[in-house]
């Protein structure tokens, strides 16, 4: 462990002056207008819960407010972990469980981070996540609609970090939070850890290099 001084970030809570600051250059950044309540809200919820990490994660989560978003239904947790839950609990609404729990996991049980290419292949290679995309039918070609993976990947890029990796760009969370709440969420069962780690094994041991049968 290490334990010289110079080797550790002190993180600070944002001050009110801070986050009123970076919500105005949050929102102008991303061409985004809010509506006064949404504003009092936003600002309110990051009052609460003044780290960073929080106020940019709840940010993200207000660009998908429309001016129309009924307010009193949203859940807006004061803590990381809940809100993470409430993104996912999101995704799954939109997109269906078995693909987000799965594309959840597969970056959560990377070591280093895994491309673009390579989370588009294991979903592909991954039957459970083929029925649930094409749930009444057989498909011609064995792979996610490649617009269902963009629209999904593009949800989740507030979240994701690229790096690089064995000279590869990859992808893995922003926050180990989101690392934290995946794995109590989907992985708390032994067996589902141990048969997801085998299906990045098999992909990774090129034994699907010639496709599945």
Not at 50 to 75: E, G, H, I, Q, R
Not at 156 to 184: C, M, T
Request: proline share 4%; hydrophobic share 40%.
């Amino acid at each position: 462990i290490v334990k010289e001084e110079g080797n550790f970030f002190d993180i600070q809570k944002l001050s009110s002056n801070d986050i009123n600051y970076i919500v105005n250059q949050f929102m102008n950044a991303n061409q985004k207008s809010l509506t006064s309540e949404m504003r009092q809200l936003l600002i309110s919820k990051c009052q609460a819960c003044p780290w960073p990490a929080y106020v940019n994660t709840v940010m993200l989560l207000s660009l998908t407010w429309k001016s129309f978003t009924d307010l009193s239904n949203c859940n807006i947790p004061t803590a990381m972990n809940e809100l993470i839950a409430i993104i996912i609990e999101n995704l799954e609404k939109k997109y269906g469980k078995i693909l987000m729990q799965r594309l959840l996991i597969y970056i959560t049980l990377s070591r280093k981070g895994l491309t673009e290419a390579e989370l588009e292949d294991i979903l592909s290679c991954d039957d459970e996540v083929l029925r649930a995309v094409y749930p009444n039918r057989e498909p011609t070609v064995h792979r996610i609609p490649t617009l269902l993976w963009i629209r999904v990947r593009n949800e989740l890029s507030p979240f994701l970090d690229e790096a690089f990796a064995d000279g590869f760009s990859v992808l893995r969370w922003k926050f180990r939070n989101f690392s934290e709440v995946i794995r109590k969420r989907y992985l708390s069962n032994a067996d589902d850890k141990t048969e997801l780690h085998s299906v990045l094994a098999d992909y990774f041991s090129d034994k699907w290099k010639d496709g599945k049968p």
